[in-house]
């Protein structure tokens, strides 16, 4: 009950397009959702985070979509570029992120020019 | 703003050796945390800390590894002895431990290699 399930486990998208990575999670009490982002060698760096109190959360280039009925969230990247080719991971914690964060095994993109 | 210090960036042993990481937090963050990634997955927790108590060492295997984080700042990790299946990227992550959303800010993690 504590898992996040994260897919596709790998992504290419054309530059431009749009990238998509899902999410799902069992624990209903888990109320904090982020996405982090890492380059190889680096540590993971926050991107995007959501409460379950929206359904939507838009940063730039990066939207979360946030569906509680179904226990589900993802990640969309619009015009992707080169520079967005990284791992990503979605997460979730409870109490707002104090609790301990339960990673999903990662999707890397790659956005091709 | 310095961000999460982490050192040493890599290192080899032999199995059977002991290993230490060391963390230096962001300035003012009260929470500090330690997190192992295997290759190809996720973080996962291995001890979280308010100032100098260890709050959630659930994940900690106790027998070999062990941690401490004197006045609440700096944090060590260590592994006594190593294993074949200790090698992994060993992340520290700290935060200010304030307000509604407790964002967790990653150091750059020490990639042990066990032989």
């Known amino acids: 009950q504590q898992q996040v399930k994260q897919s596709p486990q790998s992504l290419i998208v054309q530059k431009g397009g749009i990238s998509i990575i899902n999410c799902a999670y069992e624990?209903?009490?888990?109320?904090?959702f982020p996405w982090y982002q890492q380059f190889p060698g680096k540590g993971p760096a926050l991107l995007i985070a959501i409460r379950p109190d929206v359904s939507e959360k838009k940063e730039g280039r990066f939207t979360i979509s946030f569906n509680k009925s179904a226990k589900q969230f993802s990640l969309h990247i619009m015009d992707s570029q080169p520079g967005d080719s990284a791992t990503y991971f979605c997460?979730?914690?409870?109490?707002?992120?104090?609790?301990?964060?339960?990673f999903g095994a990662g999707t890397r993109l790659a956005v091709h020019p | 703003e310095a961000g999460v210090v982490q050192s040493p960036r890599y290192k080899i042993i032999e199995k059977k050796q002991p290993v230490a990481f060391w963390c230096n937090p962001i300035?003012?963050?009260?929470?500090l945390y330690w997190y192992r990634q295997n290759l190809g997955q996720g973080p996962e927790l291995l001890i979280r800390?308010?100032?100098?108590?260890?709050?959630?060492d659930s994940q900690l295997p106790k027998d070999r590894f062990s941690a401490e984080r004197l006045k609440g700042v700096d944090s060590t990790l260590k592994i006594q002895p190593a294993e074949l299946g200790d090698s992994a990227v060993y992340l520290c992550a700290s935060s200010s431990g304030s307000g509604d959303y407790n964002e967790q800010f990653f150091g750059p993690g020490t990639r042990l290699t066990v032989l």
């Open positions: 800390y308010e100032n100098e108590e260890a709050v959630d």
């Open positions: 624990n209903t009490a888990f109320d904090y």
């Open positions: 300035s003012g963050h009260n929470t």
């Open positions: 997460a979730a914690s409870s109490s707002g992120g104090y609790n301990k964060l339960i």
